[in-house]
């Protein structure tokens, strides 16, 4: 039945007036689920859609480019009714950027946009999510993919060519089916949220409140971009390509090989090991001598030339083609970047980026310095907050822990605390050593000695929240095994209420199958019961581990939602830039209050809707020029 349905019902709109005609028909369309066809997946590469289709329920419409207005207006025109609209997609930030570029402005207030891959999401964060792949499990329908299905003409043109070059009779088809399938999607996944409940509401309802303006403020944040320097970055790439020749012509100075390539293993080895006769430190599990990074800081150390060469190399090459290139493209074509923010991008809760990845720009120990140039627009400056210590909040709130709580309301560093708890020093002291070394004015060795008890312990406590055992700690730390195992014995000490809260995550796992984070929403847990010990254990840090990271995910996701909802914060025409972590990076007229603003914004973020913690949550930031500046 549902494959006929997607199959059959196929309509062609060959011309202006039945375009219009289509329109006149699906006004007053409560749902309507649509889909575009485009010359790429880049809409800020100029990518454009040349196939728009259509379903309401009925049947699938499929449109070229030249007659897309009258279905622009369908859905950029309020219902007759007067009651709201459902705008359907799969993956709909990507359908209302290319809406968008065609001139139609679909986030109307009268329209709802609906992504069914986070419906989907919310039911199963374990699945995949393609749109062919969940119509076949979902509702049993066997649908192509566009490579399957233009594979003869991908040959021809490429795949970018592609829906240009295809004719009509084979896009037409291929188009409409996934409107409709998009659209049964839609009706199939409501039908699950409403039969299930996210703390006394239905996930439906959930889904409604909260993912639905959250995809609003991402696409906003994607449309806006962060303007970048291209002066910044041109002279980056300039510099990059002639430190790496520099350290190129060292490398094959010493080793002799003028086609030396810093990531051939078998040239390394050939030098390393044949020609230089050392010992391997460490071998590969094949046995032979290991050229990793480890292996040649080893090497640095005893003076090896070729071994910073090839170190020098390999750090610039990755940050070379990693970040400075590809930023440099796009300051040079557009002066921004528009990355994709990825709602369902972990399933913990926290939103990922993509193209270029922001959350992955340098902070530290990075020679380039490329969040400078991370600028803002004429007449504008850059606001930065960042939550404090948050999933130690979380972690607080979630154990009941009282020497937490009460760490965190005393105001106290915790990591020294934690330090002094577990090495038995003053806290005092661990203090002091750390805002040494903070103020970079030269450590006594005892004072290096405590800010490595300082580290060693936050490593502790934060992989805590990872369920991390003494063979992970110790390669974090460089500590034994042994130490480790007291660091983290001295930890459960200080703080018992995590360990019971790990507990207790893990039963509701056992119990249930899932973990609810702080705002309701459900985690999957696959292998809690399984009888294979390793994916079992991780399946209990998981536990655990979500309702630290995505409580902290949920309250930063809330946050944003309650930005984007409140008048004020919309009205002042304030945007969001980006979300990494727990930071929000705010682009804010000059002439404004700054003051007043900031305030404004902190105390929004602090009373996140839906979530009253044990503990006050804390925001500090400043203004800045660039986002270097604002750290």
Excluded at 418 to 441: H, R, S, W
Excluded at 488 to 496: N, V
Aim: hydrophobic share 40%; net charge neutral.
């Amino acid at each position: 039945m549902l494959l006929q349905q997607v199959q059959e019902p196929i309509r062609h709109i060959r011309t202006y007036r039945e375009a219009e005609e289509v329109r006149d028909q699906l006004l007053d369309a409560p749902v309507l689920a649509f889909d575009t066809e485009t010359t790429g997946l880049k809409p800020y590469m100029d990518h454009r859609p040349v196939w728009l289709s259509l379903c309401a329920g009925g049947p699938g419409y499929a449109v070229h480019k030249r007659n897309f207005a009258p279905l622009w207006d369908l859905m950029t025109t309020p219902r007759p009714s007067g009651e709201q609209r459902i705008i359907v997609a799969h993956n709909a930030k990507y359908d209302l950027h290319m809406a968008e570029h065609d001139g139609a402005k679909l986030l109307q207030p009268f329209n709802d946009v609906h992504d069914t891959i986070v419906m989907q999401w919310l039911l199963d964060d374990t699945s995949q999510l393609g749109l062919k792949g969940l119509a076949w499990d979902r509702l049993g329908v066997k649908m192509l993919s566009f490579r399957e299905t233009f594979a003869d003409v991908i040959k021809a043109v490429g795949i970018e060519g592609a829906v240009l070059a295809a004719p009509a009779y084979r896009v037409v088809p291929y188009a409409a089916k996934d409107a409709i399938a998009t659209y049964l999607l839609w009706v199939e996944l409501r039908k699950l949220l409403e039969a299930t409940w996210f703390k006394h509401r239905s996930a439906y309802d959930y889904f409604c409140d909260l993912e639905v303006a959250f995809t609003a403020q991402l696409y906003g944040m994607e449309r806006a971009g962060v303007p970048i320097s291209a002066e910044f970055f041109t002279q980056l790439l300039e510099r990059a390509n002639r430190e790496f020749e520099a350290a190129r012509n060292v490398a094959i100075t010493v080793s002799g090989k003028a086609d030396l390539n810093p990531r051939s293993t078998k040239q390394l080895r050939w030098y390393f090991y044949e020609h230089k006769r050392y010992k391997p430190p460490k071998t590969t599990p094949g046995g032979e001598g290991s050229t990793d990074k480890e292996v040649l800081a080893i090497f640095e150390a005893q003076g090896e030339p070729l071994a910073r060469a090839i170190r020098d190399m390999r750090e610039i090459d990755t940050s070379r083609g990693t970040f400075i290139e590809p930023l440099t493209r796009m300051a040079q074509k557009r002066g921004r970047v528009h990355s994709t923010w990825r709602q369902t991008g972990a399933r913990t809760g926290r939103i990922s980026s993509a193209d270029p990845n922001l959350m992955n720009i340098p902070v530290r120990k990075d020679p380039y310095k490329i969040r400078r140039a991370f600028i803002t627009d004429e007449g504008y400056i850059l606001l930065v907050l960042d939550y404090s210590q948050l999933e130690v909040r979380v972690a607080a709130h979630v154990s009941n822990d009282e020497a937490l709580i009460r760490a965190i309301l005393d105001g106290l560093d915790l990591h020294a605390l934690t330090a002094a708890k577990i090495y038995g020093v003053e806290y005092a002291e661990i203090l002091e050593a750390k805002n040494a070394d903070d103020a970079d004015t030269g450590l006594t060795d005892r004072q290096i000695k405590l800010v490595k008890f300082r580290s060693d312990s936050k490593s502790a406590v934060f992989g805590s929240f990872y369920g991390i055992g003494k063979r992970k700690l110790s390669q974090d730390t460089g500590l034994t095994e042994n130490e480790c195992e007291m660091l983290l014995r001295g930890l459960s000490d200080a703080y018992p209420g995590l360990s019971k809260a790990a507990r207790k995550a893990r039963y509701e796992a056992k119990a249930h199958g899932y973990v609810t984070t702080i705002i309701g929403r459900r985690r999957l847990i696959p292998g809690i019961d399984s009888p294979d010990k390793g994916i079992r254990a991780q399946a209990e840090r998981q536990s655990f581990n979500t309702l630290i990271q995505g409580g902290a995910a949920d309250i930063v996701r809330g946050a944003m939602i309650g930005l984007f909802k409140n008048p004020w914060f919309r009205d002042s025409g304030i945007g969001i830039l980006f979300q990494v972590h727990d930071e929000l990076g705010f682009h804010v007229e000059r002439a404004f209050d700054l003051d007043d603003v900031r305030s404004r914004i902190t105390d929004l973020m602090v009373e996140v809707p839906g979530v009253s913690l044990s503990v006050p949550l804390k925001v500090s930031g400043r203004y800045a020029n660039n986002w270097l500046e604002a750290k």
